[in-house]
């Protein structure tokens, strides 16, 4: 058995989705802030699940935004991660070099970021568009004010990447442009194959996680992420009635169940 599973509003939160008690555990600092939590009810599942399962974060941050999140802090380690959205297979923190020749060959067949970054230069200065930044040399995003922001503005730039075989995920304030082989089943698979894994699970929330949820056998789709609110009557997730934190835990505890019953 192995878990693939998002972070961000999956396993750790921001400072909106505390409670009044504030009783979640700090799990990341950036610029001498706390941005990120985690549950401490969340924190023994993962260390009760990796007794018999292999757990492997599977996020779209980059190596350096994953690395920010101290998980060691709380005596947890992952021998496996993704990052980069599937661009990167972490092995005890050190890249993946196999893995990583394998995803340049896929990314052949998209144009190179550098050429995206070119294009994407000439919008800086639209209305609403607050960032504009590449990831690990592999993909690119801006962060967007949705107050003033529309995506008319740069309608153009997404139809012109789509035809170099790239395309756009809106998540939040977030709009990412990828390759279109950069998926994090791409990855998945890739370790599934490698390890003979069969029996797979998944815990996404948005739209940046549905290749993966679409590719395990078991998937978990947190209630409070927008994805729900795309799917359709028939689809295969299993919906958390819960949200936030304590929707991290009742989906870790069916994954807990599951295994308990099958060993």
Known sequence: MVVFSDLDRSIIYSKRFLGEDKSELE?????????SYISKKTVKLIKQLQRNIEFIPTTT?????????????????????????????LVNGQIDSEYKDYINQ???NSIHIDEIM???????????????????????YIVVDNKIFDLKYIELFINKIKDLNWETYINGTKIYFLPQELKKSTAIKYICDKFGYKNTFAIGDSIMDKDMLDFCR????????DLVNSLSKENKYIISRE?????????????????????
């Not at 799990?27 to 941005?35: L, R, T």
């Not at 999140?69 to 993704?82: C, L, M, R, V």
């Open 106 to 108: 896929k990314l052949k």
């Open 61 to 89: 941050r980059n190596i350096e935004q994953f690395k920010r999140i101290e998980f060691s802090k709380y005596d947890i380690d992952f021998k496996y991660a993704i990052t980069s959205n599937g661009g990167n297979i």
């Open 27 to 35: 799990i990341e600092i950036y610029k001498n802030e706390n941005i």
């Open 218 to 225: 078991s998937s978990y789709l947190l209630r409070h992420g």
């Open 243 to 263: 949200c936030g934190f304590r929707g991290s835990e009742e989906v870790l505890k069916c994954i807990m169940s599951y295994e308990e019953n099958t060993i």
């Open 118 to 140: 070119k294009l994407l230069e000439e919008y800086k200065n639209i209305k609403g568009i607050k960032k504009i930044r590449k990831a690990d040399n592999i993909f690119a």
